[in-house]
């Protein structure tokens, strides 16, 4: 089949345009975006689309970047295809992100890409990636340890962005270029060897196809297939995040329970999807993170894992936890409270009331209003977070130790410090969505009643206590 027809054939299997859609190809002047922009132009009646280019130039080449820039402005002219030009200094861009050149120019791009999409100058971005680099992503994802999702590489189609080139290599796309008598420029960076894919390029899988003439094809047509795997395993993820996983802001749990009994395969997944979840990104994680938290789960209690960039995962009662900045959280102000006010505390809104206890009534049972007998508190009712020295009043007097009450409740110990309190010096008055003090109940000789009402959003809280 001729190159021509196998991208089209691509282009239809993977759905990746349709009639009536406007698509932008990433147009850099090279072979790969020369012969996108090409085809899709001459084909454009056939296929009912409208053609665009963007091209961005990352201020890193000079007059070579300048040449090349002109190069795409004039080949668009030709042809009458609108063209957008995006000028970025991408050295500028590394320092400030802290991130190498080429990973820079990659960020630019997509940030130019993505402006195209959303004021509605395009609704695909077509991307020239072929087999070969194809091939060269799964090297680089396979050298640093990856999945399923490392390992088949790039996407065909992940919204507005399509890679109708996969299907092809870099010598049947030059062959093509030749055979219609269409120049390119050639970028002189793509033989510098700092640039991690150059030396996969120039040294791994040139020797590769010296070895193994095709390999490049052969790897292509392997991240298909892996592709297909993962979309199957990511039906069953579904479920899996379903049963496993709750996650309150930037804090997520993984369910010791349901997750023991998951395939470690698809445990494996979800870790990496939790991670994910976590970061916002998968730059940066491995497959040995997956490995270090689907382990944890068959740890001792309070064991932990240290994850990139600050993050920590612990092993709690029922739970893994994923969290940010461990050791690094800020002791929560005290707030000293007084009958008749209302007090803002971690996002939660506490009332207080006192009353006169004129009828002997039963004192409700209720997780969020609680009663105590105000006579009791000696210091002043302070909403606080926990100290050495906390203690509580159990049956008959005794006292307790809080951590040791809490530990009898299997309360995960990274969520210890961030319980809320209400506290009489060193006594604790009632562990707020627990329990209270039994020296601050309300009794036959109680005379006055502090009403505590715990509220969010000016409402009474409903719901279940998690401990």
């Known amino acids: ?117 959303e004021d509605g100058w395009t609704d695909r971005i077509a991307l020239a990636h072929h087999q070969n680099d194809q091939a060269e992503t799964m090297l680089f994802h396979l050298m640093r340890g990856s999945g399923i999702k490392g390992l088949r590489g790039m996407e065909p189609v992940r919204l507005p962005y399509i890679r109708p080139l996969l299907c092809v290599g870099r010598d049947e796309i030059e062959t093509w270029l030749r055979g219609k008598g269409l120049l390119w420029m050639e970028d002189a960076s793509n033989q510098e060897l700092e640039f991690t894919r150059n030396r996969i390029r120039h040294h791994v899988l040139a020797a590769m196809e010296e070895i193994r003439p095709g390999s490049a094809e052969r790897m292509a047509e392997t991240a298909e297939r892996l592709l297909e795997i993962e979309d199957f395993l990511e039906q069953n993820l579904e479920q899996a995040r379903t049963a496993c996983v709750r996650q309150t802001g930037r804090e997520i749990r993984i369910l010791l329970e349901p997750f023991g009994k998951l395939h470690p395969a698809l445990g494996k997944m979800l870790a990496v999807d939790c991670l994910e979840k976590l970061y916002g990104t998968r730059k940066d994680l491995s497959a040995v993170h997956a490995e270090q938290l689907s382990a944890l789960a068959y740890g001792r209690r309070g064991s932990r894992i240290t994850l990139p960039d600050g993050r920590y995962a612990v092993l709690g009662y029922d739970a893994i936890l994923l969290k940010e900045g461990y050791g690094t959280e800020k002791r929560e102000e005290e707030v000293y409270c007084v009958p008749g006010g209302e007090y ?34 000696k210091q002043g009712a302070v909403l606080r977070t926990r100290r050495p020295g906390d203690y509580l009043e159990v049956a008959d007097g005794a006292h307790k130790k809080l951590k040791d009450y809490l530990i009898d409740c299997k309360v995960p110990r990274e969520d210890r410090d961030s319980l809320t309190l ?40 409903d719901g279940e206590i998690s401990y």
């Open 1 to 117: 089949m001729k190159m021509e027809e196998k991208v089209l054939a691509y282009l239809n299997r993977r759905e990746m345009t349709a009639p009536g859609l406007t698509v932008c190809v990433g147009f850099s002047g090279g072979a790969d975006s020369v012969a996108l922009l090409q085809l899709l132009w001459e084909n454009r009646k056939r296929m009912g689309i409208r053609v665009k280019a963007l091209h961005v130039n990352h201020g890193i080449r000079g007059a070579e970047a300048l040449r090349d820039q002109r190069f795409c402005e004039t080949f668009c002219g030709e042809r009458k295809i609108p063209i957008r030009i995006c000028e970025e200094d991408i050295p500028a861009d590394a320092a400030a992100e802290g991130v190498g050149l080429e990973e820079a120019g990659r960020n630019a791009r997509y940030r130019a890409f993505e402006r195209c999409v």
């Open 344 to 377: 803002h505390y971690r996002g939660d809104v506490f009332r207080f009331t006192l009353e006169n206890r004129e009828k002997k009534e039963k004192i409700p049972v209720n997780c969020y209003t609680k009663w105590f007998d105000y006579d009791k508190i």
């Open 422 to 461: 209400l506290a009489d010096g060193s006594h604790i008055i009632w562990t707020v969505g627990m329990r209270i003090s039994e020296r601050y109940k309300v009794t036959e000789q109680t005379k006055r009643v502090l009403k505590v009402q715990w509220m969010n959003d000016g409402g009474t809280k």
